[in-house]
């Protein structure tokens, strides 16, 4: 006897479970997946061990030396720019460097109004502040343009200006006359004693000054001079 046959639908036909068409397809991307991250592991690692260009290389080295040559050579140049044109070797600002030979008179041959701020008679030279005098008229001029008032100084004769704080040594002459105030000319007595007076005269200063001659850059004759009247 033939087992008795369910009802069915004319349609239905048999399949398989359910789940494994799902299943296929949920592999198949994993799948997909994984081969496009080895291929992008491939890549990857193609491009880091890629062998790195000797000429370039080779390039980048030359120019590093050539650089720090042109640093070096710029930095010379800047310092070259900064350095004092006249610290050259052999210059001095020693006022007695003056008048040796080869060298400038310290001052030109004539008569020069000045006061005497040093006596170096173990050297024999002078140390000296070249000033202007104004006599009469400019003197009272001069003396209202350095500040004194009109009725201070409309009655001066002499006025003596010191605007150049400039010193200058200069060397004795072997027959120095000398010629102070209130003595008789100096040029016969003894040298040393001669020098100990001017020194002790050329402490006086304001209206007291000197008349240097210079010749040939040596002082030849002093004569100490007052700018206003003695009454």
């Known amino acids: 006897m033939s087992a008795p046959t369910l009802d069915r639908h004319p349609g239905d036909s048999p399949s398989g479970p359910p789940g494994r068409p799902r299943r296929r397809k949920q592999l198949v991307l994993v799948t997909s997946a994984?081969?496009?991250?080895?291929?992008?592991?491939?890549?990857?690692?193609?491009?880091a061990t890629r062998p790195i260009d000797r000429q370039a290389v080779a390039q980048t080295g030359a120019d590093a030396p050539a650089a720090a040559d042109d640093q070096n050579a710029n930095a010379g140049q800047d310092q070259g720019a900064t350095a004092?044109?006249?610290?050259?070797?052999?210059?001095?600002?020693?006022?007695?460097?003056?008048?040796?030979?080869?060298?400038?008179?310290?001052?030109?041959d004539g008569d020069h109004p000045a006061y005497i701020t040093k006596v170096d008679g173990a050297n024999d030279r002078i140390v000296v502040d070249v000033v202007q005098v104004f006599n009469d008229d400019e003197a009272v001029k001069a003396a209202i343009a350095d500040g004194k008032s009109p009725a201070e100084a409309k009655y001066l004769?002499?006025?003596?200006?010191?605007?150049?704080?400039?010193?200058r040594t200069l060397p004795l002459a072997a027959d120095l006359k000398v010629d102070l105030l209130g003595t008789c000319e100096e040029s016969g007595s003894d040298r040393e004693a001669v020098l100990t007076r001017l020194a002790d005269h050329a402490k006086r200063k304001d209206n007291?000054?000197?008349?240097?001659?210079?010749s040939d850059g040596t002082v030849q004759q002093i004569q100490e001079r007052l700018a206003i009247n003695a009454c």
Not at 157 to 167: C, D
């Open 84 to 108: 004092d044109p006249s610290a050259t070797p052999g210059s001095s600002t020693d006022p007695g460097a003056a008048g040796t030979d080869g060298a400038a008179p310290v001052l030109e």
């Open 157 to 167: 004769t002499g006025w003596v200006r010191n605007e150049n704080p400039r010193l």
């Open 208 to 214: 007291y000054y000197f008349m240097l001659t210079v």
């Open 34 to 47: 994984l081969v496009v991250l080895a291929v992008a592991v491939g890549v990857s690692l193609a491009v």
